[in-house]
């Protein structure tokens, strides 16, 4: 029998996590601290829109946003300005650019064989398939 879709979606996600991780291991990083700078990238935040930002992809018990704030702070990569917002310095902003090309090469590795049209006939479906899940009550 054929493997449900709900495993292949767990599957997927935990490979991802794996390679994601190995990947940014060698600065000392994990996948949370690459999402933060990339949002950070996008402009400045409060910790609490950081935590918002990243809420899907958080496990309980793995590292927390003000955790992965704190490290970034500590390496000089994010600070926060006068009125309590997150920001990437130049650092942060250089060490993202130096980190760009390992996180593009995995990406280009998973989507290797798989098409424009059935990547995004792929997310079209996962997004159905979510707001059904939630059923049509569901915020």
Known sequence: MTKRIGYHVKELDRALEETFERTLAEEGLARRHWQAMTTLSEGVRPEAGLADALRPYLVTG??????????????????????????????????????????QAVRA???????????????ATLERMAANARGPHAG
């Open 62 to 103: 793995a590292v927390t946003v003000h955790e992965v704030v704190a490290e970034l702070t500590a390496r000089r990569w994010v600070h926060t300005d006068t009125e309590g917002r997150l920001a990437l310095t130049a650092g942060g902003t250089a060490a993202l650019s130096r980190l760009r090309g390992a996180v």
């Open 109 to 123: 590795r998973v989507m290797d064989g798989v098409s424009a049209s059935d990547y995004h006939t792929t997310i």
